[in-house]
T-cell receptor, first 116, second 112 residues
Framework: GAGVSQSPSNKVTEKGKDVELRCDPI?????LYWYRQSLGQGLEFLIYFQGNSAPDKSGLPSDRFSAERTGGSVSTLTIQRTQQEDSAVYLC??????????????FGPGTRLTVT | GQNIDQPTEMTATEGAIVQINCTYQ??????LFWYQQHAGEAPTFLSYNVLDGLEEKGRFSSFLSRSKGYSYLLLKELQMKDSASYLCAVRDLSGGSYIPTFGRGTSLIVHP
């Protein structure tokens, strides 16, 4: 079946511009996560959506970052006024249930963002 | 929050056995995950432990000791394709969050 998809796969943008990154989770998965990964670093949590609950935005590094999840499915991560330190791979993951239990996360291929 | 510690890099020989350790500190432990991530690819799920003991799945096994805040991933009969980064992730409910926190990962290099 179809896995998690993300677009674009690569994005090069100039400092100061806004970017939108898209994630299509696995159909029926109620939980959706955004992470970013810099070279040689672990996964840094950004934001989490679980069903109809208010999103957990505790990982967003600044107010330039925001995300939406429409209709409990597709999610868009927006970065405004991009900075060079925003350069990273942005990974989206979904799971069938974002609560306790062995509900592993299925990751998309990521969007590699480069801010010049 | 939790501190998750893994070795940065390990090397091993094809056909051998390697153990990758992960230590963590939590006040509301609720599960530990291991993921494999090949260079340039997304992480993929390997194992989940929530009770003490060993979980075996083919060539891979994962062990958990909650009292020691310790887990390891054991890879047997190493193959070249096992060269990858191995990520330990812990779920801690003490802050009311179900979000697993990831360690920095262990880069495993398998050589002939």
């Amino acid at each position: 079946g179809a896995g998690v998809s993300q677009s674009p796969s690569n994005k090069v943008t100039e400092k100061g511009k806004d970017v939108e990154l898209r994630c299509d989770p696995i159909s029926g998965h109620t939980a959706l996560y955004w992470y970013r990964q810099s070279l040689g670093q672990g996964l840094e949590f950004l934001i989490y959506f679980q069903g109809n609950s208010a999103p957990d935005k505790s990982g967003l590094p600044s107010d330039r970052f925001s995300a939406e999840r429409t209709g409990g499915s597709v999610s868009t991560l927006t970065i405004q006024r991009t900075q060079q330190e925003d350069s990273a791979v942005y990974l989206c993951a979904s799971s069938s249930n974002g609560l306790a239990g062995v509900y592993e996360q299925y990751f998309g291929p990521g969007t590699r963002l480069t801010v010049t | 929050g939790q501190n998750i510690d893994q070795p940065t890099e390990m090397t091993a020989t094809e056909g051998a056995i390697v153990q990758i350790n992960c230590t963590y500190q939590t006040s509301g432990f609720n599960g530990l995950f291991w993921y494999q991530q090949h260079a340039g690819e997304a992480p993929t799920f390997l194992s989940y432990n929530v009770l003490d003991g060993l979980e075996e799945k083919g060539r891979f096994s994962s062990f958990l000791s909650r009292s020691k805040g310790y887990s390891y991933l054991l890879l047997k009969e190493l193959q070249m394709k096992d060269s990858a980064s191995y990520l330990c992730a812990v779920r801690d409910l003490s802050g009311g969050s179900y979000i697993p926190t990831f360690g920095r990962g262990t880069s495993l290099i398998v050589h002939p």
